[in-house]
């Protein structure tokens, strides 16, 4: 079963907009994960949130973890055409310690 | 540094026919992982490798076997495809210190396999 749902499923915006996914987990966690798969790639890990903190920056990314309500939201900011792709979080059950699972996805396309 | 690689890119089975999936990654890493990613889903894990000479069950494990080969390599197994078996598989290692919390993966590029 996914762990993660993310919200929406598919994402359309101009370039220089800014893009925020969700996404909903179901268990207490160790950590949160974001990832980027390009068309026909593999995923490229974008960034890790633990679950004692609550927000964290990465270039002209932010992410946001609320573990009271089980949830986490990726912001873009200023979108590049570059940035079209699927986006997954991922996260790593307490106590598992091992396995990511992953959310189902947000495609984003970012029109020129 | 080639991180993590997969062969073949692409494939195509007959039902019951077998073949073997192949994986290394040369960044020295102690786990490896395979998933399957279906249209539309995220990835589900297969098997994986927390160290050398160990395999687990993942979410997924039916109808597949895998073999922890040494330390880079990592292979899985379709002994008779299924059309259900249809789908994108991938590869990932990672670090397994799982104790500093920030263990993340490296994924390959994937192999597509078709189950006619």
């Known amino acids: 079963s996914q762990q993660g749902e993310e919200d929406p499923q598919a994402l359309s915006i101009q370039e220089g907009e800014n893009a925020t996914m969700n996404c909903s987990y179901k268990?207490?966690?160790?950590?949160l994960q974001w990832y980027r798969q390009n068309s026909g790639r593999g995923l490229v890990h974008l960034i890790l949130i633990r679950s004692n903190e609550r927000e964290k920056h990465s270039g002209r990314l932010r992410v946001t973890l609320d573990t009271s309500k089980k949830s986490s939201s990726l912001l873009i900011t200023a979108s590049r055409a570059a940035d079209t792709a699927s986006y997954f979080c991922a996260t790593v059950e307490a106590g598992s310690a091992r396995q990511l699972t992953f959310g189902s996805g947000t495609q984003l396309t970012v029109l020129p | 540094n080639a991180g993590v690689t997969q062969t073949p890119k692409f494939q195509v089975l007959k039902t019951g026919q077998s073949m073997t999936l192949q994986c290394a990654q040369d960044m020295n890493h102690n786990s490896m992982y395979w998933y399957r990613q279906d249209p539309g889903m995220g990835l589900r894990l297969i098997y994986y490798s927390a160290s050398e000479g160990t395999t687990d069950k993942g979410e997924v494990p039916n109808g597949y076997n895998v073999s922890r080969l040494n330390k880079r390599e990592f292979s899985l197994r379709l002994e008779s495809a299924a059309p259900s078996q249809t789908s994108v598989y991938f590869c990932?290692?990672?670090?397994?210190?799982?104790?500093?919390?920030?263990?993340?993966?490296?994924f390959g590029p994937g192999t597509r396999l078709t189950v006619l």
């Open positions: 990932a290692s990672s670090t397994g210190k799982l104790w500093e919390s920030t263990d993340t993966q490296y």
């Open positions: 268990t207490s966690i160790n950590n």
